[in-house]
Each structure stands twice: as C-alpha cells, then as structure tokens.
C-alpha cells in the first residue's frame, strides 16, 4: 500500500507554468504504475499523464507538447511539469498510483489559472 501527498498546486495567469509534485510513502515505489488526473468542476475526472514502471510515458492529446509527467524512483517522487497553461487546465489534480489491480489516489491539488 501507498499513500500519496501533492504539493504545488496554485494560482497563475494564462500562459504560466506550474509544477506538481507527488511524494509516495511506502516501498517498491519503482514497481508501480503512476498518474496524474484532474477534476474540473462539473467534469468527470480524466486522465491527464502517466509513467508506468518501465517509464513509459502517456498524455492526453489537449497537454502534449505542454506537460511533461516524470518519476524519481529514489526520491518516492512523480512530478508534472505544466507549461502555457490555460483557463481550460483548472482543475484539481490527483495523483494516482497503481499496481496489481490497486489502486491509490492524493488528497488532490488545486490549479486555478485566470484568464
């Protein structure tokens, strides 16, 4: 089991850049597959990024080019870097991880970015 803890969620203007952070708690944090979600208000929540144990990267369509989603196995760590964001982009974000058919989310992170 693992618990997940994001951090540098916030405030930016149209075309700023944000960068998230999700620590793991627990052990084999290599071995599991990770993400990042988000949640608009009034949206189901959708699959952003993700890295799996191979590091295999994934993006939606609407962040390639924009995001970049990386792990740190050492440091228990998946990241999101965002850039030029957009109004569209604000959500709260989750972290996810999975392994085995299990999976565990964040407490979640707020991105807000104003037109």
């Known amino acids: 089991q693992v618990q997940l803890v994001e951090s540098g969620g916030g405030l930016v203007q149209t075309g700023g850049s944000l960068r998230l952070s999700c620590v793991g708690s627990?052990?084999?944090?290599?071995?599991?597959?990770m993400a990042w979600y988000r949640q608009a208000p009034g949206k189901q929540r959708e699959l952003v990024a993700s890295?799996?144990?191979?590091?295999?990267?994934w993006y939606a369509d609407d962040v390639k080019g924009r995001f970049t989603i990386s792990r740190a196995n050492a440091k228990n760590t998946v990241s999101l870097q965002m850039n030029t964001l957009k109004p569209d982009d604000t959500a709260v974000y989750y972290c996810?991880?999975?392994?085995?058919?299990?999976?565990?989310w964040g407490q979640g992170t707020q991105v807000t970015v104003s037109s």
């Open positions: 627990g052990r084999n944090f290599a071995y599991y597959n």
């Open positions: 996810n991880a999975r392994i085995l058919g299990s999976g565990y």
């Open positions: 890295v799996n144990s191979g590091n295999e990267l």
